[in-house]
């Protein structure tokens, strides 16, 4: 059954901010997820807003947004 849809954009340059600060990557990514991107070497920043742009889309077709999820374990 599909309860919604969601569709999201993510700004690449804020995840290039990201990746360079303490913490942030563990905190919306599970390790397994970061790993997996930072192997992609030069396109991991794009790999990264992809997957955060899923998250997000996700939030969006529960229809809660990403209010009570942690985006780590989506």
């Not at 995840?15 to 997820?33: A, L, Y």
């Not at 998250?55 to 985006?71: D, H, M, P, S, Y």
Request: charged share 20%; hydrophobic share 45%; glycine share 10%.
């Amino acid at each position: 059954m599909i309860i919604g849809l969601g569709i999201d954009f993510v700004n690449v340059n804020r995840m290039r901010h990201w990746t360079k600060t303490d913490g942030i990557i563990q905190r919306f990514f599970h390790p397994n997820e970061a790993e997996a991107a930072f192997s992609r070497g030069s396109s991991s920043i794009l790999s990264f807003a992809a997957r955060f742009a899923a998250k997000e889309a996700f939030g969006k077709a529960l229809g809660t947004g990403l209010k009570g999820l942690r985006l780590a374990d989506i």
